[in-house]
């Protein structure tokens, strides 16, 4: 039963290569990889992949993707479109961590050396989505990698959409995240080295990664402001229109500046607790640093998003962000 893929990867248990359910089959390529092909393949749906706990403790998306795995056993869903379904780490998933080594959301990309065990995971997923958006090169591609935040955020759903030279996604494929309860969406100015960037920059798919929510300890989370988002997933999967609604009901944000931390004392001057997209007003000190000295803020007043005072010499400790219009609206 498909049901059993998710704990026989984390445990990891022997677990069938192949099987059927409604409307297709089903492989497994490799572990932690579930391909779903429909009997019938119409090239207008998206093929699409869907990751869960690239990050380990990230686990509120396993469970959802576990409730699909249980309504396609039920035979309540029926496939209709080309589906790879990815559990991203599933030993950090075991180990309630972030990572083991590294954090492997830095690591899709092509030709980068490394010996970690993130490293080699990342080669493994690459190699699954290469495989499987070539099989469907008339199909529009589609790449949903879902994630939790660390902490709280003005905006407890939100998007971050990968930087690409190239077009944005449509009106309409932000109406199905407006539909699916995201609230805000931060739209990336350079290359990041993410799992979605990876589909968007090498595989020109409309891909985002998405934050659905806090961190919370498997079978903690509150899968109930989550169920829009799986009404789209069981959409994709099953081939059919996703619900759509306002793009402009999301409110959307650039990056205009990031907080890099130079020395080996770094603080900033808000609380380890501030949520994401919190506002600071023109002249706010945000952080100190023993080398780049004070960060102070200019004359627009900007959001903070992923602050992380504990990075290392060299990494950025935080994304400060303005409101900004929609992608491709202008
Ligand atoms: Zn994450």
Redesign the pocket.
């Known amino acids: 039963m498909l049901s059993d893929w998710i704990p026989a990867t984390l445990e990891p248990a022997p677990f069938p290569t192949e099987g059927r359910c409604r409307g297709g089959h089903w492989l497994t390529p490799c572990w932690g990889v579930l391909e779903l092909t429909p009997d019938h393949i119409n090239p207008q749906v998206p093929a699409s992949v869907i990751s869960v706990a690239?990050?380990g403790n990230?686990t509120a998306p396993v469970e959802l993707l576990g409730d699909l795995l249980c309504q396609l056993d039920a035979e309540k869903m029926t496939l209709g479109a080309p589906t790879l379904l990815i559990f991203g780490h599933p030993k950090a998933c075991v180990a309630q961590q972030r990572y083991i080594d590294t954090n492997l959301?830095r690591l899709f990309q092509r030709g980068l050396e490394g010996t970690t065990q993130e490293h080699h995971r990342a080669i493994e997923l690459m190699s699954a989505v290469d495989d499987f958006f070539e099989r469907y090169p008339s199909n529009p591609h589609l790449h949903l990698d879902l994630?939790t935040a660390i902490r709280r955020s003005e905006y407890p759903r939100f998007a971050v959409l990968p930087y690409a030279e190239r077009t944005s996604p449509t009106a309409t494929q932000w109406g199905w995240l407006s539909a699916a309860g995201i609230q805000a969406a931060l739209v990336q100015h350079q290359h990041s080295w993410t799992f979605s960037h990876y589909s968007r920059h090498y595989h020109q798919a409309t891909a985002w990664t998405l934050e659905l929510g806090q961190v919370a300890p498997m079978g903690q989370n509150d899968l109930e402001p989550l169920a829009p988002m799986g009404a789209l997933l069981s959409a994709l999967i099953q081939g059919s229109a996703p619900s759509t609604d306002n793009p402009d009901a999301i409110t959307y944000f650039v990056v205009r500046d990031e907080l890099m931390r130079q020395g080996d004392h770094f603080s900033f001057h808000f609380a380890d607790d501030t949520p994401n997209f919190t506002t600071f007003k023109p002249g706010t000190r945000l952080s100190e640093d023993d080398i780049a000295g004070p960060y102070i803020v200019g004359d627009d007043p900007v959001l903070v998003v992923f602050p992380n005072p504990q990075v290392e010499a060299g990494a950025r400790a935080a994304l400060l962000v303005t409101p900004t219009s929609r992608p491709g609206s202008a």
């Open positions: 690239v990050h990230e959301n994630h």
